[in-house]
């Protein structure tokens, strides 16, 4: 088995100007502060106000991409921009974003985060009806439902909310006409989406605010769930005719895993949400041992909090090579396998002839866990008691993460003392689920996705829909 975590399927950003100016820099600074939110492929486009422009490629924001990209797109009044982890198809450029439509004289160029939970029923409609698709992207399907309702719409934003009433399940949409930029979230708002504002009058859309902050703007607020916010000419409009009165569903292992620690979703820091973790596990599943380490960078923040809780002193375990990102391609499984001693080196200084509490922020297979745990002990731990801020994950997401198929899922079929023999551990336990809500909110109220964990979805969800088509 290889090194596994769960992966993101993608990043938006997007940025209005009242005036039609090179928006290149900002769009690259924005998606670079994105990048953890995928990988595989990036993609920008440009609106002179007239026509839409699209550049994209495969692999991650780079010095080749900001040169291809600013020889071939102009100045514009609006760009979006987006950043793919693929489940499937990763090394095809036909399943990049963003999904650029031309159709009756107009066009428009739209991109997505999340996973709709109706793409095979969409498609199957489009296709009977002689419809075509480039890629196997469900935002191919959002550009085909958007363009059949911008037919009798009086405007994009109306073609994009009539759209919304026929799509299920997680989207976080940036959409990009002539002058105006659409930013749009599923009634449920699984995935984050803000905007902001610059101090010289540009508006821009991001899936984190940290996105925000890397080009100079100052955040507005997060968008609603349903809600649809249009930048244009004629100001900001808000269209909350889909707004969900109910608590939001946004995704709890955003807080946990894939978000960036500086970035705040709702009220709520990410980095306070992972503090809050580790603090939980030290309550719940305290041990006597003299430091608490994390698994970089991810678990770094939990570990902080666990040894707040705990007053076992915070130390750092591993130094993290780099240089060696996703690129680096193993000669054999064997070096496959030791990809986690490639990229990370314990510190014997902090580890030696002690009791060690290694934080992680999940397991799913349990090949890093099992890694990093002989590793300690190499260093000369004389215990490893793993925590993990998570509890373990035992159902599929339909929203826009790839977990792993379920009998992947090492907790799965194994109970956790089975498991902590499996990594090598002295002891192992899970964040229990009943802390997820008080991860974002001290009262617990604020309303979060834990499916993958409880298996209660906020939507229907079909067994087996997940399938992407090939
Ligand atoms: Fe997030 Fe899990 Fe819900 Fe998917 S199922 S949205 S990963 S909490």
């Known amino acids: 088995m290889t090194d596994y975590k769960p992966h993101e399927e993608c990043g938006v950003f997007g940025i209005y100007s009242p005036e039609k100016v090179s928006l290149l820099t900002s769009m690259f600074y924005g998606l670079y502060a994105l990048q953890h939110r995928g990988q595989e492929s990036v993609g920008i486009s440009v609106s002179d106000g007239d026509k839409v422009l699209t550049h994209k490629a495969l692999g991650m924001m780079n010095e080749h991409f900001r040169e291809t990209a600013s020889e071939v797109l102009p100045d514009a009044y ?58 196997t992207t469900d935002t191919e399907v959002i550009g085909h439902i958007i363009t059949g309702e911008r037919i009798g719409a009086e405007n994009i934003t109306e073609a994009v909310s009539h759209a919304m009433g026929r799509i299920q399940g997680a989207y976080s949409l940036v959409v990009l006409s002539g002058r105006e930029l659409v930013a749009a979230r599923d009634p449920n708002g699984f995935r984050p989406l803000c905007y902001g504002k610059t101090e010289d009058g540009k508006y821009v859309v991001a ?21 649809v916010v249009t930048f244009s000419p004629e100001g900001v409009v808000f269209n909350r005719t889909r707004c969900n009165r109910n608590k939001s569903s946004i995704c709890i292992f955003e807080y946990i895993y894939f978000a960036r620690s500086d970035s705040v979703i709702g009220d709520c820091p990410v980095h306070k949400a992972r503090l809050r973790a ?24 939990a570990a902080v909090g666990y040894s707040n809780e705990s007053k076992i002193p915070y130390g750092i375990g591993f130094i993290k090579n780099k240089y060696i990102g996703r690129t680096f391609i193993a000669p054999d499984q064997s070096e496959r396998e030791n990809m986690v001693r490639i990229k990370l080196n314990p510190l014997a200084a902090t580890v030696k ?29 004389k215990e490893v008691h793993v ?9 599929p997401c339909y929203f826009g993460v790839d977990i792993d198929s379920e009998n992947s899922l090492i907790a799965n079929g194994h109970t956790v003392q089975e ?12 964040l229990e689920i009943k802390y997820l809500p008080y991860l974002i909110s001290e009262k617990g109220d604020a309303g979060c996705c834990s499916a993958c964990f409880d298996g209660k979805y906020p939507v229907k969800v079909t067994p087996g829909s997940k399938t992407r088509f090939e």
């Open 78 to 135: 609006a760009a979006i921009g987006h950043l793919r982890y693929s489940t499937t198809g990763g090394d095809d450029l036909a399943n990049a974003q963003p999904v650029t439509v031309r159709h009756l004289g107009r066009s428009f160029s739209v991109a997505h985060n999340g996973n709709l939970t109706n793409t095979q029923e969409l498609r199957r409609g489009f296709e009977l009806t002689g419809s075509v698709f480039q890629s």
């Open 207 to 227: 899936s984190e605010d940290c996105a925000l902050a890397a080009v100079g703007a100052k955040k507005v607020r997060e968008i609603d769930p349903g809600e």
């Open 278 to 301: 580790g603090a939980f596990l030290a309550k719940s599943s305290p041990v006597e041992a003299d430091v608490v380490v994390g698994v970089p960078d991810s678990g770094l923040d």
């Open 353 to 381: 002839d002690k009791r060690v509490v290694l934080i992680d922020d999940s397991i799913v297979r349990g090949t890093t866990g099992k890694r990093m745990v002989s590793m300690l002990r190499e260093a000369g731990a």
């Open 387 to 395: 925590r993990i801020s998570s509890p373990p994950f035992m159902h």
């Open 419 to 430: 498991i902590a023999d499996m990594l090598g551990a002295d002891s192992l336990a899970f």
